[in-house]
């Protein structure tokens, strides 16, 4: 292929060919569908077969959120290829990132590339996706730019999660996990039918313990989990095409924070100080509080780093069939208490301590209609929703420059949307895909004010941003024999634009960065060609206008992180899922992703040669690769095997990526990892109990989930080392 100005270089094709034509698992939930029972999912509103869905979807049931140790947001991305949710700075602030569109942003104010729902519900703050996950039924991974049958607008993708739901049977069961380092997880959950048509279930969560860090100076061990949640779902479904679902929820986060660890030299107090030597060992950390911070935030003189998190909310879901058109209504109200300390310097000298204190209300209201006739299936929906945060950012510097920054600020955003789409059936075979959004959507960024050492940097500000994007979608599907789905689609998504806030004293630093807009190509083919096999790929093309980069301004103590915007930029790759069942209770289902990016037209500030120089240096940055990894792969293997009346099953889950290259220079680059979990699980035939024995990460692989500077110090968070335990369950 002859490159032109503004292309690909060959190299990216070649490295996708291999891609497409790799064999790969998806996840084990497709094992139903290789054994002849179809996977029901509501990634386009409404209940279908995974198979017939012509767009790009990984579904993770909750055997598998079990036997990976997944009770967060941010384990999927072990789970299915192309997702990357990396922590900032070891924060709650989860920076998702799926086939390479993502956002790098350790603040609370702006909306995430990838959108988060739980039963519909958006969460569009990403500090509010940190609860701890429990009684979930699927989480259904959907791949590239949404909007037109969704609530919120975004360029990389969306995860939903839904819980089970209420029946008509009584039952109830638990779940108790013991692992290493004390740590503890149990759950449990009752259904129970109150009269005809109407049936609760309540469910609850907590875990505990799981420290496998220690202070490098004292000992003392960090990292304890201390997490509740529970929820109540109301299913009222009587005669006459009512139906509703009423959910309330509430979680509570009190946990050690993951510690960071120092990967070079930290000289303190610029020089002037003790000398703390990289860790050789990186579950060794370090930090502390200064008397300032403290009183500032009301945490006592001996603080850890960790989180003081509650999140509360309800929603109803309601249903009513017109006779050929259902109208649903979906409302929801959810709010964030948070508080945060981290020490970002690792240590126990004051060069980067932060706070966050975040109160965040988010209201929304979705009202859509939706039908078929024949050979047109149509949804149409408006959708309203409004953010209100009130958030401190305080930042300690006492030791390395001797100053002590706070940020204060609120902002409101409100979207308004109408959104629709239409499934055409051609012929028997072809069915046309065609849809819209529009949307209105405004942020307000209100008394933005900084000041440093005591003194007002910048004065309370306000600044404001409005988008008014369309955007749409459209897909050819062809079915040319049973068991065979063919599609390719071109999609327009577009990603909220918002504000920088982080330390800075220029009115310049908080100016609005742009909304960016994805145009996405995509080719794949979803089938079964024997009993026993499935085989699920597709290959993707995007073309980025606007890209949202965190990059950095050169302030007077150096880079300050700020949000630009790339004008050009493409990033193209593919997946392929597969899942075979060739034996009876046999189970083999590896996945693969493989994604390359370049920027395009970009020119950025050189954070690695301003620091060496002292000054601002930039750099045009077209025809550079944009870093996030290019590959991931894993697989699970299952084999349950009957015992009289019982089924033992051993399992395996596994997991690589590659190297992920980092924008801050080679220094905090992460090297590709490679991690296996296994489980040897016990029950009856009628599944009444379960006893299991796990292993995750035995082969004690050292890795980074991330890795970063904020002042002085370069640091890096770890992964957990090698664990094992016990998991008890019971069904009545």
Not at 134 to 143: C, G, H, M
Not at 149 to 164: K, S
Not at 511 to 519: G, I, K, S
């Amino acid at each position: 292929m002859q490159v032109q100005q503004g292309g690909y270089v060959p190299g990216a094709m070649k490295n996708l060919l291999p891609a497409v034509t790799l064999l790969a698992l998806t996840t084990p939930a497709l094992a139903e569908e290789a054994e002849g029972e179809p996977i029901l999912v509501t990634a386009q509103r409404r209940e279908q077969a995974a198979q017939d869905v012509g767009i790009t979807l990984s579904v993770i049931d909750e055997a598998v959120l079990a036997q990976r140790g997944i009770t967060n947001v941010n384990g999927l991305a072990d789970a299915t290829p192309s997702l990357e949710i990396e922590p900032a700075f070891g924060g709650g602030a989860p920076q998702f990132r799926l086939r390479g569109v993502g956002f790098q942003d350790y603040a609370t104010n702006n909306a995430p590339s990838v959108g988060v729902y739980v039963n519909e519900i958006a969460q569009p703050i990403p500090a509010m996706t940190q609860g701890l996950l429990f009684d979930i039924a699927r989480v259904e991974v959907l791949r590239g730019p949404q909007g037109t049958l969704y609530g919120r607008n975004t360029t990389g993708g969306a995860v939903n999660f839904v819980t089970n739901r209420p029946t008509g049977a009584l039952g109830s069961g638990a779940t108790l996990e013991l692992g290493r380092f004390g740590a503890l997880l149990g759950e449990a959950h009752l259904n129970a039918p109150l009269t005809d048509g109407v049936a609760v279930r309540v469910a609850g969560a907590v875990q505990q313990g799981g420290a496998y860090q220690y202070n490098r100076d004292t000992g003392r061990a960090l990292g304890d989990a201390d997490r509740l949640g529970a929820r109540a779902l109301l299913a009222i479904r009587p005669a006459g095409g009512f139906d509703a679902l009423l959910d309330l929820h509430w979680g509570r986060d009190r946990s050690e924070a993951v510690g960071l660890y120092l990967l070079d030299d930290l000289p303190t107090r610029a020089g002037a100080g003790p000398l703390i030597p990289a860790d050789r060992d990186r579950f060794a950390t370090g930090w502390g509080i200064s008397p300032r911070l403290a009183a500032d935030t009301g945490l006592p003189l001996g603080a850890v780093p960790g989180v003081d998190n509650e999140t509360r909310g309800a929603s109803a879901r309601l249903s009513y069939d017109l006779g050929g058109i259902t109208l649903t209504s979906l409302t929801s109200f959810d709010r964030l208490h948070r508080q945060q300390f981290g020490d970002w310097d690792a240590s126990a000298s004051v060069e980067a301590d932060t706070f966050f204190g975040s109160e965040a209300e988010v209201w929304s209201q979705e009202l859509r209609l939706s039908g078929s006739t024949g050979a047109l299936a149509w949804t149409a929906g408006a959708y309203w929703s409004q953010q209100q945060l009130d958030e401190r950012f305080f930042s300690d510097f006492i030791d390395v420059y001797g100053t002590y920054a706070r940020v204060t600020y609120a902002q409101e955003v409100e979207s308004l949307a109408l959104f629709g789409q239409a499934e055409l059936a051609l012929s028997p075979q072809w069915k046309l895909v065609a849809g819209l959004r529009y949307e209105e959507e405004t942020r307000d960024l209100q008394g933005f004010g900084t000041a440093f050492g005591g003194a007002q940097a910048l004065a309370p500000t306000d600044v404001g941003t409005r988008m008014r994007p369309l955007t749409g979608k459209l897909a050819l599907e062809w079915t040319p024999v049973d068991d065979l789905l063919l599609y390719a689609s071109i999609s327009r998504g577009v990603k909220s634009g918002g504000f920088t806030t982080y330390n800075t004293g220029n009115r310049s630093g908080i100016e609005p960065f742009a909304p960016e807009t994805l145009y996405a190509y995509e080719i794949g083919i979803k089938s079964e060609p024997t009993p026993w096999a499935q085989v699920n790929a597709a290959a993707f093309w995007y073309d980025y206008r606007d890209q949202q980069v965190l990059s950095a301004v050169y302030g007077v103590n150096g880079p300050v992180g700020r949000f630009t915007n790339a004008d050009r930029s493409r990033i193209a790759g593919a997946e392929v899922e597969l899942a075979l069942t060739p034996l009876p209770g046999l189970l083999l289902a590896p996945f693969a992703g493989f994604k390359h990016g370049r920027y395009l037209e970009f020119e950025d500030l050189d954070v690695p040669a301003s620091r060496a120089a002292g000054q601002a240096v930039f750099v045009d940055r077209d025809g550079e690769t944009i870093p996030f990894p290019r590959w991931s792969a894993g697989a699970q293997i299952a084999w349950e095997m009957p015992l009289g009346g019982l089924t033992l099953t051993p399992a395996s889950t596994l997991t690589w990526r590659s190297r992920y290259p980092s924008w801050l220079g080679q220094t905090y680059d992460i090297p590709a990892y490679f991690v296996v979990n296994a489980e040897l699980a016990l029950a009856p035939d009628d599944g009444s109990w379960r006893v299991a024995l796990w292993g995750r990460n035995i082969l004690g692989r050292e890795y980074d989930l991330t890795r970063n500077f904020f002042t002085s110090a370069d640091i890096a968070q770890p992964a957990r080392p090698a664990s094992y335990g016990v998991r008890i369950s019971a069904e009545y």
